[in-house]
């Protein structure tokens, strides 16, 4: 594990476009084995764990939605693909000419893709946030295994207005 992870949610921790990560008391680059015996986890700390939490437990809210706009746009995008389907095949038969050519089923057929990728477009974005979400909170967790501090965290979501939603956040910490 990276000693900047320990650094990053230190209070001692100094960034320098220079040098990078430096230790407030030693003025040097962080050299350590394992643990930090000077770590300072107080208002950074607790900030960054419950900025982390809230993201994860907010894309998780989000699963149900997506995966129900997945589901209906993949189903729209089969039919709209069939009936185009269907659709040049009738004008095909329409005449005893040999294959009537029609642009119409392609432009259908066209829409039928578009909305087959917006259903996965939608899948994987949440797949994404969810693995970066994921990550940010492992991250920080692995550190507080190496300090044997785990902690007990209750949110509470507020209404959502105008794109902004109250996040009410309580962390009890055990071993700190």
């Known amino acids: 594990m990276h000693q900047a992870r ?6 001692h921790q ?5 040098e990078g990560t430096i230790c407030e008391l030693t003025d040097r680059k962080p050299d350590f084995h394992r643990t930090c015996l000077n770590i300072s986890l107080n208002r950074k700390f607790e900030d960054k764990l419950k900025l982390a939490n809230v993201q994860y437990q907010k894309v998780l809210k ?4 997506t995966y129900a706009y997945f589901t209906t746009f993949l189903v729209l995008s089969i039919m ?3 009936g185009a389907a269907y659709f040049a095949y009738y004008l095909f038969n329409l005449t005893d000419r040999v294959g009537v050519v029609s642009v119409a089923p392609v432009v259908i057929f066209a829409i039928g893709v578009a909305l087959l990728s917006m259903a996965f477009g ?6 994404q946030d969810l693995a970066a979400a994921l990550h940010n909170k492992e991250k920080i967790d692995q550190v507080l295994v190496l300090y044997n501090i785990d902690y007990q965290i209750d949110m509470k979501f507020g209404k959502n207005y105008h ?11 055990k071993g700190r």
Not at 6 to 11: G, Q, V, W
Not at 122 to 127: E, I, S, T
Request: glycine content about 6%.
């Open 62 to 65: 989000t699963k149900v939605w």
């Open 14 to 18: 100094t960034v320098t476009l220079k």
């Open 80 to 82: 709209v693909m069939g």
């Open 122 to 127: 939608a899948r994987n974005k949440y797949r």
């Open 163 to 173: 794109g902004t939603q109250d996040v009410y956040v309580d962390v009890k910490f």
């Open 6 to 11: 320990h650094c990053e949610l230190c209070d």
